[in-house]
């Protein structure tokens, strides 16, 4: 006979020893605020340094190719400026991105004494990930290259080597933001440039060669056009997650369950760190003051169970399947 969910959950309780306590450390003190956040990943590493490469290409040609050349000071000023923030701004939100912890659940808190302080009432229960060894908050996911649970994560991103979470998205839609406006901007510039080079002598127009300027500005078109719609498609994306309060996570797994979805700007104020501001658009402003997990977001409320004589044969769903589960029940 297959246990039901009733009997699994109430073997589980008389048998603490199946979260396997003595494999799960103490969970590590709160770290000061400022701590420095960093994943050790190959590749992640790899792609951030290629983001960053990216940048100066750009900056290298609209400096060097388009603007100093120029004899329009005005118009390389200007213009020199506005793409020399954007950038600044961009690299930013990037470090912002990369080295501000997403929303890391304390490793190895699945310990028997950080359960009994929960004090779970009948009808709770607690899910614990075997993999990291942490009991699991409401919304929060495991990530196999952080090696850590995230609070509301929304996916893992290897151009900013770490995961976007609760506590760095305002940081990756600036970051998205940012490079989709420098992007469109730099087709906007090669777009003159090639008009005045076109109708003055390509010898005065840069101080490279003719075939060395074409080349620098197709490879910064395409450059620029690619990542164009690249970050706008996930400046979209985004943003939308945040006014709709789902992540993209969460709407896989609701993909076969489609639900209405609303439209809360308040959550996007939320997001961004209140009232619309300058502050908004500015990469050095947190969202909010980093909060740890208090103790209601650690419980879950069990659904109904039926009958522990009853059979059933329903398969877990995939976010349940690499999950412990801990249940007062009343009997």
Not at 41 to 70: H, K, N, Q
Not at 134 to 161: F, L, T
Not at 184 to 209: N, P
Request: charged residues 20%.
């Amino acid at each position: 006979m297959m246990l039901t969910p009733s009997h699994h959950f109430r073997d589980i309780e008389r048998k603490p020893q199946y979260l396997q306590p003595d494999r799960c450390v103490p969970p590590p003190r709160l770290s000061a605020v400022g701590t420095m956040w960093f994943i050790r990943d190959g590749c992640g590493i790899a792609c951030a340094i290629v983001t960053w490469f990216l940048v100066l290409y750009a900056e290298f040609v609209v400096l060097f190719v388009m603007l100093i050349p120029s004899h329009d000071y005005a118009y390389s000023i200007i213009n020199g400026i506005v793409f020399n923030l954007l950038a600044f701004l961009a690299l930013a939100s990037h470090c912002r991105a990369m080295l501000t912890d997403p929303g890391a659940v304390p490793k190895g808190n699945a310990t028997k004494e950080f359960i009994e302080s929960l004090q779970l009432k009948p009808g709770q229960v607690v899910y614990k990930c075997p993999k990291c060894c942490s009991i699991k908050p409401d919304r929060a996911h495991h990530c196999s290259v952080c090696k850590r649970c995230i609070r509301k994560m929304d996916h893992h991103c290897p151009w900013v080597n770490n995961c976007v979470g609760e506590n760095n998205q305002k940081y990756f839609v600036l970051f998205t933001m940012y490079i989709a406006l420098i992007s469109f901007h730099a087709l906007v510039m090669v777009g003159f440039h090639f008009l005045y080079c076109f109708e003055e002598d390509w010898t005065k127009c840069s101080s490279f060669s003719p075939p060395t300027t074409v080349i620098l500005l197709i490879l910064l078109c395409f450059e620029g056009l690619l990542f164009l719609i690249f970050t706008s498609v996930m400046f979209g994306t985004q943003v939308h997650s945040i006014c709709t309060d789902e992540t993209s996570i969460e709407r896989l797994q609701r993909k076969h369950q489609p639900r209405q979805q609303t439209i809360d700007c308040a959550k996007f104020r939320e997001a961004c760190g209140g009232d619309f501001s300058l502050n908004w658009c500015n990469p050095f402003s947190g969202p909010w003051e980093q909060r740890p997990v208090n103790q209601g977001e650690w419980v879950r409320q069990a659904s109904s169970r039926s009958d522990s004589s009853t059979e059933t044969t329903e398969e877990p769903s995939e976010d349940r399947k690499e999950e412990d589960s801990v249940e007062v029940t009343d009997e």
